[in-house]
């Protein structure tokens, strides 16, 4: 009987990609804007039927437990950086024991609203909407953001060692949105000045974390992030000088 239930979450499933596919296809021949908003909608209400049904498919799988071992990267995400690096090591990762309460206080980080992913977003949007004649800036948010995206990955780490899924949400179960960006569009020094106040904050959560949370392997951790905050704080500063006039005092 329960088998069966199965087979038709399958089937649902199916039904559902099905109808998400034929529904944009119906979306791009549309004789009008308006018609074809209003099938893209059902589409994407459609989409999320779809994903809960996988989700109650993949928590019916055994998850592996033992997480994989991680190969160390000397160069994130294989670009060589032009913009100065802190040369120490990050530290293993590693957890003293599951801990439910710690890994909220790192969902925060990884997803929150001030966060590694909202970081990500943020100066990847500023370094595609920077004017030509801060080729050099652009540059730094994009390098800076690759910095940030290993960041996240050891959040990733720690939060499924932890005990949780490494879900865009934060401690709360909110989840990610591209709200939290402050884009600023066509305001290259207002961006810099949002980019600086992004360093700020997450140097104060990451430090306020550190003395939150019990366990030397991620205070460790959390210190090595520090010391890269502190230093795109330090460059985003300077390209702000360099380009804005004047030292930020914010
Ligand atoms: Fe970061
Ligand atoms: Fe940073």
Avoid at 18 to 44: F, N, T
Avoid at 160 to 184: H, I, R, S
Avoid at 201 to 218: K, Q
Wanted: glycine share 4%; aromatic share 10%.
């Amino acid at each position: 009987m329960r088998e069966r239930f199965w087979e038709m979450v399958r089937e649902a499933a199916q039904d559902e990609a099905d109808a998400v596919s034929l529904y944009r296809r119906m979306a791009d021949a549309a004789p009008c804007r308006a018609i074809a908003h209003s099938i893209e909608d059902i589409a994407r209400d459609e989409m999320q039927h779809f994903n809960y049904f996988e989700s109650l498919l993949c928590s019916r799988q055994e998850r592996g437990r033992n997480p994989r071992e991680r190969r160390r990267k000397d160069t994130p995400y294989g670009r060589t950086l032009t913009i100065p690096t802190i040369s120490d090591p990050y530290p293993p990762i590693q957890v003293e024991g599951p801990n439910p309460e710690y890994a909220r206080l790192l969902l925060d980080d990884y997803a929150g609203m001030v966060s590694e992913m909202t970081a990500i977003n943020q100066y990847l949007f500023h370094h595609f909407d920077m004017p030509e004649e801060l080729a050099d800036a652009a540059q730094l948010l994009e390098e800076v953001a690759i910095v940030e995206m290993h960041h996240m990955e050891i959040l990733a780490e720690l939060i499924k060692l932890l005990g949780q899924p490494p879900m865009y949400m934060d401690g709360q179960g909110l989840f990610w949105n591209a709200t939290f960006v402050p884009y600023l569009p066509g305001c290259p020094c207002e961006q810099l000045q949002s980019d600086i106040h992004a360093e700020q904050i997450a140097i104060e959560t990451y430090r306020r974390h550190m003395e939150l949370i019990d366990d030397r392997y991620i205070k460790e951790i959390l210190a090595r992030i520090i010391m890269d905050e502190e230093l795109h704080l330090h460059l985003f500063n300077e390209a702000y000088e360099k380009y804005c006039g004047g030292h930020t005092d914010r």
